[in-house]
C-alpha cells in the first residue's frame, strides 16, 4: 500500500488504467430516499473520511457520513463522533468489507511500527434498528446518548425552549393571552407541567443560520425526556450535526 511521503499514512492508490481523477465512492442520489443505517462510527473525521473512501472503492457503495455531538456533564465537555452509513439493504455486506478493510489497516500500521491508535475505530455491529436515518423521516435520525450527559445544560435548554413557547404563543395567538399556571408543590410536579406545556406547543422551532439557507431546529421530545438541537449548515435538506440532551 502507498504512504503519503509528508506524514507516511497509507493512501489510497489510483486504479490502473483509468483516467477518472474524481473521487470514486458514490456520492447519494437527491431521490436515493432508502434507509440509510449504520455501520460503524470513528471517533476521527478523518479515519471515518478514509474508511468511507476506501469501502466506497472495494464495494461500490454510496455512504453518508453524519456527525454526533454530545455534551458529557461529569466531564465537562463536548464529545463527537462520526456515523458511517449505507443503505439498508446493503448493510451487511459492507460491515463485512469494513471488518476487512479495518484488519488491513490494523495489520499495516503494526508493520509500519505506527504510532495511531487502531482502538479509535469502533466497527462493533450495530442492528439496523438501533439507529436508521431516513431522508423521508428525519425524525428517525437519533444519536447515542450519554448517560452523564446531565447537569447545568437541561435547566438552560428547558428556559430556553420555555421561554420560545411563550413567545410563539404569544404571537399566535394573542387573542387567548397566556393564563397563570396554578402553584404546585414540589421541583417534580413543576418539572412535570413543564414538560407538558412543551409538549403542547408546535415543533420543532426553527431558526435561520449563516446566509439564512441554513438551518436549525430545535426538537422537545417529552415522551423520552430530552432535548434534540439538529443543524443543516448549507441548506441541502440534510442535517450534518446533531446534539442530544438527556433531562433524567
Known sequence: MARCPACGQPVSERRRGTTDDRRSS?????EDHRRYVRIARFRWAAE????????AERLDVPTRILEHSNFDAMGGCWFTWYALCVPEELAEPAQAVLRELIAEHEQDEAEWESEAEPANVFSSPWSPNQEVWDPLEP????????????????????TLAAGAAVLWGTRALPHRGLQPAAPVDGQEQTTERLWQGLARWPEPWTQLVGDGRG????????????????????GDGRFE????????
Open 26 to 30: 458514490q456520492q447519494p442520489d437527491p
Open 48 to 55: 471515518a473520511g478514509f474508511f468511507e473512501h476506501e469501502l
Open 139 to 158: 425524525r428517525t435520525l437519533t444519536s447515542d446518548t450519554a448517560a452523564g450527559a446531565r447537569g447545568p445544560w437541561i435547566p438552560i435548554l428547558l
Open 215 to 234: 438551518m436549525r431546529q430545535l426538537h422537545i421530545d417529552p415522551i423520552r425526556r430530552r432535548i434534540i438541537v439538529r443543524e443543516d449548515a448549507d
Open 241 to 248: 450535526r446533531e446534539v442530544t440532551v438527556p433531562a433524567e
